[in-house]
């Protein structure tokens, strides 16, 4: 009988969990794919380029739409199997809810262990072809579209219009061409022409227009005096023809290897080495910041190197005398006061020597200044970084687990509200993934803010949820409502003595 019932919980699982999961799939690429749809469109970008683009995307929602598939389809199958009273019986039959469940949870587990292997291995290279393809997309000049009255500048060096164009789209009238090829050697060079026939070659390779009784004009630009003068051409054709060639619309692939060091492109032992790098450096900042102010002050602050003095041309050279200093000094001060009695250091020096001190020691705090300022902006952007790089660690293991909790909030509610379909199941699965998402959202911010760690901000959706998912199984076990109608009924009645009471008094007075 358990086995039966194994059996017949998987089958009726699994279809609701294809089905949310495609739902799921289809809302957050399209989520998604509006963000970029101003980048793609009127790009002439093929139909497997787009099939390319939008497959490597839906993988990359694979983890936002796993649970909300589990929430769903447990919801659904429970609150079907209480609907129709099939979870009394076994109830019942002295089989409990959470051996009920057994099989949905190592389903449960299973989606959970394929969550974390797609945020290991799949999606770091899925997000690397979806960014290379997107930068490709996003280079891709704007398919080549000639309207009539409407100045096209797609091809390079070149500008085109056209008066009227023919139903067949090929036939074109009063064409006007403006090249600029050679705009240092002339000033104008410019077609003008009553009709001719626009189409691409079968290989799509290039585009060729031919021009029928037209007239070009040239006019050169002055290349040596400036007084000298170029004799204005016209020449007037019957028949003129332009190629161009179409590999400049073409999509150019670019290489993958410049992205692949960004954090949504890393598996988890990248993101962990980065991690341990990134310590180190933040940790040897503060220390490098102390090195460059103590090397600039031992630069300004030590003495002049000593020199031996040059033995003159009418004395004997004498081993005993001592090197001259070279570079000027400061005479010896003589205090008059204890130094206690003394408003600041710089009035323990002679007064002509006041001055000098201080510019030096006002550049030397500039200095060391500008050094710790410095340091400081690096180390705030290595911690940024840091946080970060934690962040999108940890949440491929927030997004893994919270497809095992959401199944002991899912199938309990089911069992509680007691509906089926894709009705009341879909609005409460929608009720908790929505705070599950604001609590990551918010969580995230936190965490940017050095509020929390990179750990707890990936994992304190999962924890609230989870006391959640204990109190609702809980509460199903026991078959007893969530809220009892009882205690809402005393503070109704309360609320209701109170405020007429209150209306009494004021009458009264």
């Not at 002679?350 to 001190?357: A, C, V, W």
Request: charged share 20%; hydrophobic share 45%; glycine share 6%.
């Amino acid at each position: 009988m358990i086995k039966r019932i194994d059996k017949y919980l998987l089958k009726s699982f699994i279809g609701p969990f294809v089905v949310s999961f495609g739902i799921a799939l289809f809302v957050l690429v399209m989520q998604f794919l509006w963000l970029y749809i101003d980048e793609i469109a009127g790009k002439g970008v093929g139909i497997l380029i787009m099939f390319e683009l939008i497959g490597y995307m839906s993988i990359s929602t694979f983890p936002m739409a796993l649970p909300i598939a589990i929430l769903i389809a447990s919801v659904m199958v429970m609150g079907n199997l209480a609907e129709r009273y099939e979870l009394s019986s076994m109830k019942s039959a002295g089989v409990s809810l959470i051996r009920i469940m057994a099989g949905l949870i190592v389903v449960a587990a299973g989606v959970s262990f394929f969550s974390y292997l797609c945020s290991d291995y799949i999606i770091p290279i899925s997000n690397l072809k979806f960014k290379s393809r997107l930068t490709d997309i996003r280079r891709q000049k704007p398919a080549l579209t000639l309207e009539k009255g409407i100045f096209n500048e797609d091809f390079r060096q070149f500008v085109i219009r056209i008066g009227d164009k023919e139903r067949d789209g090929e036939t074109i009238s009063d064409v006007m061409i403006e090249d600029h090829t050679n705009a240092g050697k002339a000033k104008m060079n410019q077609i003008l022409a009553d009709s001719g026939q626009m189409y691409t070659t079968q290989n799509k390779r290039y585009f060729v227009m031919n021009l029928f009784n037209g007239t070009q004009y040239q006019e050169p630009a002055p290349q040596g005096k400036q007084n000298q003068k170029y004799p204005f051409i016209r020449t007037q054709f019957k028949s003129w023809t332009k190629v161009w060639d179409m590999k400049e619309f073409e999509l150019v692939r670019s290489a993958e290897d410049k992205y692949s060091k960004q954090r949504a492109m890393l598996s988890m032992n990248e993101l962990r080495e980065n991690m341990d790098s990134m310590q180190i450096k933040m940790r040897d900042g503060g220390q490098a910041a102390v090195d460059d102010i103590t090397i600039n002050l031992r630069r300004k602050i030590e003495p002049p190197k000593l020199e031996p003095a040059k033995p003159s041309s009418n004395s004997a050279p004498q081993a005993n005398k001592q090197p001259a200093r070279q570079g000027p000094i400061l005479p010896k001060q003589e205090l008059s006061k204890p130094l206690n009695q003394y408003a600041s250091l710089i009035e323990t020096f002679q007064g002509q020597y006041r001055f000098n001190l201080l510019k030096e020691a006002k550049t030397l705090s500039g200095s060391a200044k500008n050094t710790v300022e410095t340091r400081l902006s690096q180390t705030e952007n290595r911690r940024k970084e840091w946080v970060k790089t934690g962040y999108e660690l940890y949440i491929k293991y927030s997004f893994a687990i919270v497809c095992f909790v959401f199944l002991f909030i899912g199938a309990p509610m089911g069992a509680i509200i007691r509906k089926g379909g894709f009705g009341y199941p879909i609005l409460v699965s929608i009720i908790f993934f929505v705070a599950f998402i604001f609590l990551t959202i918010l969580c995230k911010k936190l965490a940017e803010s050095y509020v929390m760690t990179p750990f707890w901000a990936a994992m304190m959706p999962c924890i609230g949820l989870v006391p959640v998912g204990f109190y609702l199984t809980r509460k199903a076990m026991n078959d007893a409502p969530v809220f009892s109608n009882e205690r809402l009924s005393r503070v109704f009645n309360w609320m209701k003595q109170r405020f007429s009471r209150k209306k009494s008094n004021t009458a009264t007075a």
